[in-house]
């Protein structure tokens, strides 16, 4: 079964807004931070926006602030990105990521949605 299932995603012209949604699975615990991540074919996948969960502390790709807003939903286990002001450059695969907490010397596991697709047209 898919533990981060996203939705939203889909065609938009530029200057239009999309909002992404994900929903996480309950059986996930021990979450730090939830966020997104973005790929263009040939290119390396990026961070897009994270909050942390405990507080909802957002970091953002400089390329995307001011435009582009992420939150979490605790009641709903759902983060979402609203997206304003696309542009071209935003078409991309967007997935949804969530960090678990890290504890002693042991890496953090991640867990990592299917991707939706944005795209923005001229």
């Known amino acids: 079964q898919e533990q981060l299932v996203e939705s939203g995603g889909g065609l938009v012209q530029v200057g239009g807004s999309l909002r992404l949604s994900c929903a996480v699975s309950?059986?996930?615990?021990?979450?730090?931070?939830m966020g997104w991540y973005r790929q263009i074919p040939g290119k390396e996948r990026e961070l897009v926006a994270t909050?942390?969960?405990?507080?909802?502390?957002?970091v953002y790709a400089d390329s995307v602030k001011g435009r582009f807003t992420i939150a979490r939903d605790i009641s709903k286990n759902t983060v979402s990105l609203q997206m304003n002001s696309l542009k071209p450059e935003d078409t991309a695969v967007y997935f949804c990521?969530?960090?678990?907490?890290?504890?002693?010397?042991?890496?953090?596991?991640?867990?990592w949605g299917q991707g939706t697709q944005v795209t923005v047209s001229t």
């Open positions: 990521h969530v960090l678990l907490r890290q504890t002693s010397s042991a890496a953090a596991p991640s867990y």
């Open positions: 309950r059986d996930i615990v021990g979450i730090d931070t």
């Open positions: 909050v942390r969960k405990r507080d909802g502390t957002p």
